[in-house]
């Protein structure tokens, strides 16, 4: 690429989580501080359509929060409401985690699902005549996470507010026998939030790069 006279322009890192049986001490001990210092809680909810109520909210505080990152676009209403209908549907409630206050407005949060990966191997990216089988198989039943979507609203950043989440998304890992997670792609600079990985067993396993070529 680079005799091609393109320019690395940012790197995005992903890490492949070990599902340990035992949380690290340190974060069971933030998150309970944390909820009780800025009277916070986790949502919990038994149906995806029960999430849709604060799917709103929750779109609204990720364009909060990713507004500063490289190359997000913030996301219109318009887009809210087709990712709202297209996906939520299929989400699975217990992998899902979402902080809120005493407003009930989404503060933090974390949306994770069975890896569709092997799956999509295995129907060669071909829903029909019967690749969906694949993907419904994958989605009830399956030893991989993947960490779709994880933040926190900016004036809640660097107060612990990602130990309630990852707290709360750990025991439903336990609890369905979940193996591995890998993370959402995090800018290589992206410190703050890189940062959470160095209390899990793992390995980062992913680089993604973006290049740019300036021409004349």
């Known amino acids: 690429m680079q005799k091609m006279g393109f320019l690395k322009a940012a790197d995005w890192v992903q ?5 340990t049986p035992i949380i690290p001490e340190k974060f069971i001990r933030m998150a309970a501080l944390v909820e009780q210092k800025y009277n916070l809680h986790v949502l919990k909810v ?3 359509k029960e999430l849709i109520l604060y799917a709103g909210k929750m779109f609204i505080m990720l364009n909060e929060a990713f507004d500063n990152l490289y190359g997000y676009s913030q996301l219109n ?6 990712y709202i209908r297209q996906y939520f549907d299929f989400i699975r ?3 899902v985690s979402l902080v809120l206050d005493t407003n009930d407005d989404v503060i933090g949060f974390g949306i994770t699902l069975p890896s569709l990966t092997t799956a999509l191997q295995s129907c060669k990216g071909k829903l029909f005549p019967f690749g969906f089988i694949h993907l419904l198989k994958a989605i009830k039943r399956n030893r ?5 979507l994880v933040g926190v609203r900016p004036d809640y950043q660097e107060k612990g507010v990602l130990a309630m989440v990852y707290c709360d998304l750990h025991k439903s890992y336990t609890d369905y026998n979940i193996l591995k997670a890998t993370t959402n792609p995090q800018l290589e600079n992206n410190v703050k939030a890189l940062s959470i990985w160095k209390n899990f067993e793992g390995r980062q ?3 993604r790069r973006c290049w ?3 021409f004349n």
């Not at 890490?15 to 599902?19: D, K, L, S």
């Open 212 to 214: 740019i070529k300036k």
């Open 46 to 48: 038994k149906k995806a």
């Open 144 to 148: 991989f996470i993947d960490m779709a």
């Open 15 to 19: 890490f492949e989580i070990i599902i």
């Open 205 to 207: 396993h992913i680089r």
């Open 93 to 95: 409630p217990e992998f």
């Open 77 to 82: 209403e318009k887009q809210m409401e087709t």
